[in-house]
C-alpha cells in the first residue's frame, strides 16, 4: 500500500512538473493572451500545483493513519547468518544504490535489518519479510539469501561437508530490563518480529544457522559483544519467563 501510493503520488507529481513547464514556456512564448487565455493558463498552473501537493499531503496523512505503526518509525536489528559454521554474506549494493531490500526495510552491507518508514501491518516486520524483500526466503526448515556468488540455500535433511545431517535453527538474543540479554530458539521464524527500538542493543541480534540440531547457539552479534565489554550489557543469562 505505501509503495503503491508513493508511486501515484510521484507519478502526479512527475506530471504536474512537466505541465508547469509547459505553462511556463507558454506564458513567456505568449506574451499577448486574450483574457480566456490568461484565465486557462492561470488555472492550469494553480491545478498543477495543488492537486499534486494535496495527493502527496493526503496519502502521506492517509498512510499514518491506517499504519500499524501509527507514523513512520526507525528500527534495527542486526543479524548473522552461517552455514555449516561458515559464515554467509549477503550481496554487496549494486549500481547507484547503498542498499538491498527496499526503501522501508534494507540491509546496507553491514549485517543490520533497517525498518525506517511505515510499518503497515505487523508482519511487515519480521524477519521472514526481510528476508523476502532481499531476494530469499526463511522458513522453518529451509532458507536462502543472495551473496556475490549467487543464492545461497539450505534445507532441513541436507549434509554438511563433515557429514553431519543439518537443520535450519534461528536464535535470537534480546536484552531485559535489567540490561542482561538472553537467547530463545525462534520456532517459527519467519513470523518472529523484530523489536521496535532503533539502537542495537537492546534491539535483537538474530542468529540463523544450517547445522546440528543444538538447544542454543555460541555465536553472538557484534554489536552485543561490544556493549557487554564496555558494560553496557551486564551479561548472558537464562531467559526468566
Not at 527496499?102 to 525506517?116: K, P, Y
Not at 532481499?134 to 540455500?153: M, R
Not at 542493543?201 to 538474530?206: H, K, L, N, R, T
Request: glycine share 8%; aromatic share 8%; proline share 4%.
Amino acid at each position: 500500500m505505501e509503495q503503491l501510493l508513493n508511486s501515484y503520488s510521484l507519478t502526479v507529481l512527475l506530471l504536474g512538473t512537466i505541465l508547469l513547464v509547459i505553462f511556463a514556456v507558454i506564458s513567456i512564448k505568449k506574451k499577448k493572451l486574450s483574457e480566456d487565455g490568461k484565465k486557462i493558463l492561470f488555472w492550469g498552473i494553480v491545478t498543477a500545483t495543488i492537486i499534486p501537493t494535496l495527493l502527496m499531503a493526503g496519502s502521506t496523512i492517509y498512510l499514518n493513519t491506517i499504519s500499524s505503526s501509527g507514523g513512520p518509525v526507525h528500527w534495527h536489528a542486526d543479524f548473522e547468518i552461517y552455514k555449516c559454521g561458515e559464515k554467509i554474506n549477503l550481496k554487496d549494493p549494486e549500481g547507484f544504490s547503498n542498499k538491498i531490500g527496499t526503501a522501508t526495510l534494507h540491509e546496507h552491507n553491514d549485517e543490520r535489518i533497517h525498518l525506517e518508514g511505515l510499518v503497515m501491518e505487523p508482519g511487515d516486520a519480521s524477519i521472514g519479510n526481510f528476508f523476502h524483500v532481499i531476494g530469499g526466503e526463511l522458513t522453518a526448515s529451509s532458507y536462502s539469501v543472495p551473496t556475490n556468488k549467487g543464492i545461497v540455500s539450505s534445507e532441513n535433511g541436507e549434509r554438511c561437508p563433515s557429514g553431519e545431517i543439518g537443520e535450519v535453527q534461528v536464535f535470537v538474543y534480546r536484552t531485559d530490563d535489567e540490561d542482561y540479554y538472553y537467547q530463545e530458539k525462534i520456532e517459527n521464524p519467519s513470523d518472529f518480529i523484530i523489536r521496535d527500538t532503533p539502537l542495537v542493543p537492546p534491539g535483537d541480534c538474530i542468529i540463523v544457522e544450517f547445522g546440528q540440531a543444538k538447544e542454543r547457539t555460541d555465536r553472538l552479534c557484534e554489536q552485543y559483544k561490544v556493549a557487554e565489554e564496555i558494560e553496557k550489557l551486564k551479561g548472558e543469562r537464562e531467559k526468566i519467563n
